[in-house]
């Protein structure tokens, strides 16, 4: 689901577009623009109101849920991710998505999540993917997320909502080689245009819309960027190992909300991404 991020919007399309065909991808266009087809030439874009942002993470993840189970019944798993979220497997673990998704047994599907970051590259070249000069990241237990589904899984603040008398022995699966490259630091340029449409929507007077982050976009990109410069570097192997350790196993199950996700733990090192994210 997108509105004006035409960036990010554009490193979805071609990333996925690639892995997956043009024709088996969607778009929620919140709020009529032509540009989001035109980015997205073979994509199917659904246009819903932009009327009122009441309740607007509610109603935006119902609304998404919804689609997501339709989809479901043409589908046997169902991709879903924020614009400025790619989803890249490691070549030397997963030959490519429809082999990864083959050996799946699981219904839910987590990724190890990565903060990407410009750090004093030059300006990115009009469709020039992200991930090929932007190596600068960190691991992240809050983008950790999960991204494809199957049998009507609902996703919910990051995670999996299913009955809470399930919520114990839920199959919770982060797969290795997998990772989740959030974008949103990747380009200095399209994030100040972003974080306008973000405080717009956290200005207005309607119950039930998004918080501080969105309040006050400036200062949370000021201070991921002096703490990602603050950090100190350790080995992509180590941290990564680390993290997966860390992450892939004992979740959160909150069982009063019905919820499943990955405990957003923060690490205290920054890593360079190896150079077969530049072609993933």
């Known amino acids: 689901m997108v509105y004006r991020d035409y960036w ?60 997501q189970d339709g989809l479901g019944e043409a589908y046997d798993w169902v991709i879903r991710t924020d614009a400025d979220e790619l989803i890249c497997l490691d070549p030397a673990l997963h030959a490519g998505f429809r082999e990864f998704f083959d050996k799946q047994t699981s219904r839910a599907l987590f990724a190890l999540g990565l903060n990407v970051a410009e750090a004093g590259e030059t300006e990115l070249a009009e469709n020039e993917m992200a991930l090929t000069s932007r190596s600068t990241a960190i691991i992240s237990g809050h983008y950790s997320k999960a991204w494809a589904v199957r049998d009507r899984i609902a996703l919910m603040r990051h995670g999996v909502q299913v009955k809470p008398k399930l919520v114990q022995r839920f199959d919770f699966c982060m797969p290795s080689g997998v990772y989740l490259a959030h974008l949103k630091y990747a380009n200095l340029a399209a994030l100040t245009q972003a974080n306008e449409h973000r405080h717009e929507v956290a200005a207005g007077t309607e119950k039930g819309l998004p918080g501080k ?68």
């Open 8 to 67: 990010a919007l554009s490193q979805w399309y071609a990333h996925y577009s690639r892995h997956l065909g043009g024709n088996n991808l969607f778009v929620i266009a919140h709020g009529a623009d032509p540009m989001v087809q035109a980015i997205c030439p073979e994509a199917s874009v659904i246009t819903i109101p932009r009327d009122t942002f009441t309740g607007f993470d509610r109603v935006r993840g119902r609304l998404l849920n919804s689609i």
């Open 213 to 280: 982050a969105w309040k006050e976009p400036e200062k949370e990109a000021a201070r991921f960027f002096a703490e990602i410069a603050a950090l100190p570097e350790l080995d992509w192997d180590e941290a990564s190992s680390k993290a997966y350790a860390e992450l892939s196993k004992d979740p959160v199950r909150d069982t009063e909300n019905g919820l499943v996700r990955v405990r957003s733990k923060r690490f205290g090192d920054r890593v360079t991404l190896p150079d077969w994210f530049k072609n993933c």
